[in-house]
Nanobody
Framework: QVQLVESGGGTVQAGGSLRLSCAAS????????MAWFRQAPGKEREFVANIYLSGAITRHADSVKGRFTISRDSAKNTLYLQMNSLKPEDTAVYYCAAKYGNSGTNYAYWGQGTQVTVSS
């Protein structure tokens, strides 16, 4: 059974930092590309960042580029999202997701989400 469990969310003041983690189990982590998405109240879920199998290729949404960094540790089966210079508009539930291989757009597995709240 595949499980993705996010942690590290919380409340932080604008300008602060948080590091989200996503622990994966029940899958061959190195065979899955991973991503972070977020959903703010009343808004659609949006892409934040993704990382390919090897970890060498990453992509970040324009809204977080230069502030957030996605990374992965295959030895620990864990995905990370380092979030710096947080803004109130970053407030959302953050989800990690996994898809097999590097191609395609459908992520088959999702975590339960972790709340990030940025106060002004």
């Amino acid at each position: 059974q595949v499980q993705l469990v996010e942690s590290g969310g919380g409340t932080v003041q604008a300008g602060g930092s948080l590091r989200l983690s996503c622990a994966a189990s029940g899958l061959s982590f190195s065979s899955y590309s991973m991503a972070w998405f977020r959903q703010a109240p009343g808004k659609e879920r949006e892409f934040v960042a993704n990382i390919y199998l090897s970890g060498a290729i990453t992509r970040h949404a324009d809204s977080v580029k230069g502030r957030f960094t996605i990374s992965r540790d295959s030895a620990k089966n864990t995905l990370y999202l380092q979030m710096n210079s947080l803004k109130p508009e970053d407030t959302a539930v953050y989800y990690c997701a996994a898809k097999y291989g590097n191609s395609g757009t459908n992520y088959a597995y999702w975590g339960q989400g972790t709340q990030v709240t940025v106060s002004s």
